[in-house]
């Protein structure tokens, strides 16, 4: 069975960083992709980065593009958020996935196992 546990979350001043960790088990974690999404109140999940298997390939949303790096550790099953520049906008639930393949999708159904999702606080 696969489980995906993140971590790193909190409360952060505008401006700062925090780097968020998502640990995996259950599946050969190099042959898949990850991303992270993450769920604002009352509002859809949407994409924020994605990475392949490799680790070669990465896709972001516009949003966070030059602010966030999406990175992975296969040794370790475990794939990372750094996330600089935090804007108020950016608060919400942020969850961990993985891909159906070694290459990843920036919408939901591209991903088979969630996280629990892990909170982010953005205060201005």
């Known amino acids: 069975q696969v489980r995906l546990v993140e971590s790193g979350g909190g409360l952060v001043q505008a401006g700062g960083s925090l780097r968020l960790s998502c640990a995996a088990s259950?599946?050969?974690?190099?042959?898949?992709?990850m991303g992270w999404f993450r769920q604002a109140p009352g509002k859809e999940r949407d994409f924020v980065a994605t990475i392949s298997g490799g680790g070669r390939v990465t896709y972001y949303a516009d949003s966070v593009k030059g602010r966030f790096t999406i990175s992975r550790d296969n040794a370790k099953n475990t794939v990372y958020l750094q996330m600089n520049s935090l804007k108020s906008e950016d608060t919400a639930v942020y969850y961990c996935?993985?891909?159906?393949?070694?290459?990843?999708?920036?919408?939901?159904?591209?991903?088979?196992?969630w996280g629990q999702g892990t909170q982010v606080t953005v205060s201005s």
């Open positions: 259950g599946r050969t974690f190099s042959s898949y992709a």
């Open positions: 996935a993985t891909g159906r393949g070694p290459y990843g999708s920036k919408s939901t159904p591209g991903y088979d196992y």
